[in-house]
């Protein structure tokens, strides 16, 4: 019998009614624990840039309906994805309302270890992954830098056509969130992907917003290598993004659960 699962009320306000992705890790058998890159699995552990593919029960496990991240090779706190890299398969998505529950197993960060190995939720889009974009927006919807520091951030990137040097802004990558996410108990994070807006709750209260078409965050932005852009963050519009899960020895992520919800498909056509 198939498990029920309720829309969240984000969701519902929205017209997002439509599971389209889902992970309860009751099992291992969404992993594609053998590198395959063969279709039909959640998740690859194959990872991009020549970074080292991660194994099961050294890297990650699963117990108790709870995925545990613990990369020994943590760099850009790549772990695993819906996406394989070399065989171009798996799964991404554009606008919806993402949720997840998780909880921070070490809340104090080993000193030194930042941006080595956090924990982290976070997305790519494919053409990036495979290093041919040219122009590309990178959300990351929580990452824990230090004892109850953690961030939603939005990153946007640009580099010339042959590959030159690459400028981009970033959106609130120094605003320490006011909620307790580093307190050693479950929390969901819930996100609204929406039409030039980004909404960002945790335990159902709303903290930040990102009106992305235009630039504008609330809490402020902040930038980064070079000037601002007309068009900063506005691949966010139609750009698919893979979802990355990440964490280290040292600082562990556990997953409880993720989702993610959209609008029904409207057939338009006449029949």
Same mark, same amino acid.
């Given at each position: 019998m198939c498990k029920q699962i309720e829309v969240p009320q984000l969701a519902k306000d929205h017209g997002m009614t439509?599971?389209?992705f889902e992970d309860d890790f009751d099992s291992i058998e969404t992993i594609d624990v053998n590198n395959t890159g063969d279709k039909g699995y959640k998740w690859y552990v194959e990872r991009p840039y020549k970074f080292t593919t991660i194994e099961n029960e050294l890297d990650y496990k699963v117990e108790n309906s709870v995925l545990t991240l613990c990369n020994r090779d943590p760099r850009y706190n790549y772990g695993m @994805?819906?996406?394989?890299?070399?065989?171009?398969? #798996?799964?991404?998505?554009?606008? *919806? /309302?993402?949720?997840? &529950?998780? &909880?921070?197993v070490n809340p104090k960060? %080993?000193? #030194?270890?930042? *941006?080595? #190995?956090?924990? @982290? /939720?976070?997305?790519? %889009? %494919? @053409?990036?992954?495979? !290093? !041919? @974009? /040219?122009?590309w927006v990178e959300p990351d919807w929580m990452e824990y830098w230090a004892e109850n520091f953690w961030t939603t951030a939005v990153h946007d990137s640009r580099r010339d056509v042959h590959k030159g040097p690459i400028t981009y802004a970033s959106t609130n990558t120094n605003y320490r969130s006011p909620l307790p996410l580093g307190d050693g108990e479950w929390h969901?994070?819930?996100?609204?992907?929406?039409? *030039?807006?980004?909404?960002?709750?945790? !335990?159902g209260e709303q903290w930040m917003t990102l009106e992305y078409e235009s630039g504008i965050a609330n809490p402020p932005i902040n930038h980064k290598q070079g000037e601002p852009r007309t068009d900063q963050y506005r691949t966010m519009e139609w750009e698919p993004q893979v979802l990355i899960l990440g964490g280290s020895e040292t600082a562990p992520l556990e997953i409880d659960w993720? &989702? /993610?919800?959209? &609008?029904?498909?409207? !057939?338009?056509?006449e029949d």
């Open positions: 439509v599971l389209v @994805a819906t996406y394989h890299p070399t065989k171009k398969v #798996g799964w991404w998505f554009c606008k *919806g /309302v993402l949720e997840f &529950r998780i &909880r921070i960060i %080993p000193e #030194g270890n930042e *941006g080595k #190995g956090i924990p @982290a /939720v976070w997305s790519f %889009p %494919p @053409a990036t992954i495979n !290093d !041919d @974009a /040219v122009q969901t994070l819930s996100y609204l992907w929406d039409d *030039g807006r980004l909404e960002c709750y945790m !335990d993720i &989702r /993610v919800w959209q &609008r029904p498909l409207k !057939d338009v056509r």
